[in-house]
């Protein structure tokens, strides 16, 4: 079953503008990382945030976490063509990754020129 | 660095016929995953292998086997296709461990007639 459920499914912004994407999950969990994936490409890891931390930023990507709520937010500044992609929330179960990790169905986010 | 190879990228099959898919690390991680990527969907996990000598089953094992060859290789059977098991199917590695991030190959874009 999917653990996570982004919001929106999909996102059109202007170049230049902020991107956000919301992941909400049902269980516990001991880390929750974020993915992007390129149209026909594999997916590649952007971020990991750990069940106590509540914000970590790396270069224009700031993500938070909130145990309490179930949900994560992604955020990409000053958004650029290249961030077009879909984008994916996944946690881990009790093995903490090490048994695989549970994707939500995605954000897809198309950045205008 | 190659990463995470996967071959073949683009295969058509017809019912009841059986195909292996291989995957490859050069990363010397323990872990290995095979997932599968529906339209609209999220990855979901079909087997893992969290060291050299080990599979365990995913959320959605049914119609697949895995053998993990040595610590490099992880390949994916369809022993009779069906056309449900059209998809397309990713294998990831990780480090040892949860709280890490997983490496995926490009996929295998698999059609079963």
């Known amino acids: 079953s999917q653990q996570g459920e982004e919001d929106p499914q999909a996102l059109s912004i202007q170049e230049g503008e902020n991107a956000t994407m919301n992941c909400s999950y049902k269980t516990s969990i001991n880390n929750l990382q974020w993915y992007r994936q390129n149209s026909g490409r594999g997916l590649v890891h952007l971020i990991l945030?750990?069940?106590?931390?509540r914000e970590k930023h790396s270069g224009r990507l700031r993500v938070t976490l909130d145990t309490s709520k179930k949900s994560s937010s992604l955020l990409i500044t000053a958004s650029r063509a290249a961030d077009t992609a879909s984008y994916f929330c996944?946690?881990?179960?009790?093995?903490?990754?090490?048994?695989?990790?549970?994707f939500g169905k995605g954000t897809h986010l198309i950045i205008q020129p | 660095n190659a990463g995470v190879t996967q071959t073949p990228k683009f295969q058509v099959l017809k019912t009841g016929q059986s195909m292996t898919l291989q995957c490859a690390q050069d990363m010397n991680h323990n872990s290995m995953y095979w997932y599968r990527q529906d339209p609209g969907m999220g990855l979901r996990l079909i087997y893992y292998?969290?060291?050299?000598?080990?599979?365990d089953k995913g959320e959605v094992p049914n119609g697949y086997n895995v053998s993990r060859l040595n610590k490099r290789e992880f390949s994916l059977r369809l022993e009779s296709a069906a056309p449900s098991q059209t998809s397309v199917y990713f294998c990831?590695?990780?480090?040892?461990?949860?709280?890490?991030?997983?490496?995926f190959g490009d996929g295998t874009r698999l059609s079963i007639l």
């Open positions: 996944a946690t881990d179960g009790s093995g903490g990754g090490a048994d695989g990790l549970t």
């Open positions: 945030i750990r069940s106590n931390e």
């Open positions: 292998s969290a060291s050299e000598g080990t599979t």
């Open positions: 990831a590695s990780s480090g040892t461990g949860g709280g890490v991030p997983q490496h």
